[in-house]
Every structure is written in C-alpha cells, then in structure tokens.
C-alpha cells in the first residue's frame, strides 16, 4: 500500500468548512464584519497591538536625486521593532503627490532594489528588479518603500547558524510566540502609514498599495484588507488561493499563517477590499501560483465586488510567460481601474 502523509491533510482540507467563507445567502454587511473579525484573529492583531509604543518617528538623512529626493527614515511599530523606510518624493512642481506604497518581494537588498540600488546584481534570478519605486516616481507618485520583517536590513541570522530562507529564522521565531510573520509586517506598514503626515507633499487621500511576488505580493493584499486608507491594492504575482499555493508546493514559510484555512480562503478576504479598488496580476507559467486558480478565484472575486456595488473596481491581468515584475502592466491596470 502506499503511505503518504500529505494526502491526509488534503482529506481533512476537503471536508474542512471554512468559518467565515463567503456565500450569497449570509447577510453580506454582517458576514464582513465576522471577516474582519477572523482576519485579525489570524493575524494576531491584538497582540502585536499591545506591544506599541507610541509608534516613534526617526529620522536619519535626506539626500537630493535628479528627479527626486530621498528621506530616509525609522519608525518604531512595536517596542525595540525598528522599520527602515525610504519615501521618494518626485520633483515635478506639484504641491501634493499620491502616495505609491512599494514593498519588494525576497531578495537580499529588498528596499534598496525597490528603489533601483543593485548592489549585488548577479544574485537575481529573474528580472526586472529595482523598478518598482523608481517607476512610481517617473508616473507622479511619492513611493514609500517599506522594509519587510526578515528581509533586507532585517534579515537576521539565527544565533547557530543561518537559516536557508532569508526570512525563514524570523517566522519560525514568530510562530514560536504564537504569531505569525504575515501579521507583523502589515501591522508594521500601517503604523508608517500613520507617520506620513508628517510630509505635506504626500497626498494621504490617495494612497496605494503595490506588492510584487511572494512576501510583498501577499503583504499588499492583506494590507488593504486591514487599512481602509489604501484607496487601490496591487498584488503582483502574490495571490492565489491557499489550497491551490502554499498547501500544495513548498514556498517560503513567511507565506504560511497558523489556522488561516480553518478561518477563510484569500478570495473570501476580498470582503474586506471590495469597497475600494484592487488589481490582481499573475503570470500565465507561475508554477506556484497556477493561473487557472488565480481565474477561478478572480470570478469569485468579481462577485463579492459586485455584492458590494462595486463591479468595475476590480480587474485581473495575466502576462504571458514566467513569474516577473512588469511595471508597464501594472501601471495600465491602475490607470484604467483610476478611471472609473
């Protein structure tokens, strides 16, 4: 007979009732605020709440670009948490810009690359990094770049050796405390969202939210499922649902969080998105995010939003090929999504 342990937890996923799924027979308004609810819950929001600390703003140099200038800053979200960030501001003469919030998927040099820094170039894999922020600010946007937990500057090695994912020492520590990495870096980005006031040139009424690939793709989307001020969420190459991603192929544990499926799929999220706007954006060849998910999830997606009486603020692009950045489209998917 063959043993395989795997097809058990697919048996028990199968027969799983997920509590908070989305159907068309629940009381919309109330099964949303059961949503809201669970998502915190996953995310385990009320801890990492209760360990803020009056959210301190530092900064630490400002340095002038041809088309933009640089300020480079520090906010603490927890106690001792400290989130290195770059805010770009363009320079086209213009008393306020929206706020492109660019959070960069795994590689080493994370917000540097997100602001076209290749310091160590010959390490990428797949390409176009380093554009994200860079084209932000060439279409009018102040990008902020936000640095991921266990990634870039706050990638930590374990004290016995090195974990072979960059973040994969920081999430097994957080799942240790009964969290889960996920959690932490949206709560992290929505506190550096609550200092951006302190820049008059950032239009705050006109925030997005654009994450590529895994670690930022995903982060993007449940930050705008947590943070109303995200007027429009991008995700590139970060979402599809959990049964047919991350419970299927090994990816970076920083993707998993502890019970989430007992609770709700990524689709059913978009309850909490559909008020406002969102882009989806995949790849036709991403192996570990198949496409035909990703469709299924987005027909879903196009009903909730329309329950909502919001139908036309949601749009889905696949690029033809493998998994890559490719700020063309995304910025033709937010122009169009902008003129509605």
Known sequence: MEINIDKYHDLILSRQKRKVEYSADKDFNQWKIDLKD??????????????????????????????????????ETEIDSFIPCHLLIPKQQKEKYPLAITLQGHDNDHIYSAKGD?????????????????????????ALCVEMRGMGELHRPS?????????????FQSMLLGRCLSGERVWDVSKVIDVMDRFPQVDLDNI????????????????????ERIKLTVSSSGFCNYKDSIFDS???LCNYIPDVVNWFEMDDLVGLIADRKLLIVTSSEDERLP???VKKSFTKIEEIFAKNNNASACKLIVNDGERKLNVDSIFAGIEELNKK
């Open 291 to 293: 496409v035909e998910s």
């Open 38 to 75: 669970a998502f915190n819950l996953v995310l385990k929001i009320d801890d990492i709440k209760s360990h803020l600390n009056g959210n301190r703003y530092i900064f630490e140099y400002e340095q002038e670009f041809e088309n933009f200038t640089l300020i480079r800053f520090i906010v």
């Open 208 to 227: 997005i939210a654009i994450g590529h690939s895994s670690g930022a793709g995903n982060i993007a989307y449940y930050l705008g499922a947590f943070d």
């Open 118 to 142: 290749m310091i160590k170039p010959e390490e990428y894999s797949y390409s176009p990094y380093g554009e994200l922020a860079l084209a932000c600010v060439e279409r009018g946007y102040a």
């Open 250 to 252: 090994w990816q970076c």
């Open 159 to 171: 004290r016995r050796g090195r974990a072979k994912v960059r973040c994969g020492f920081a999430s």
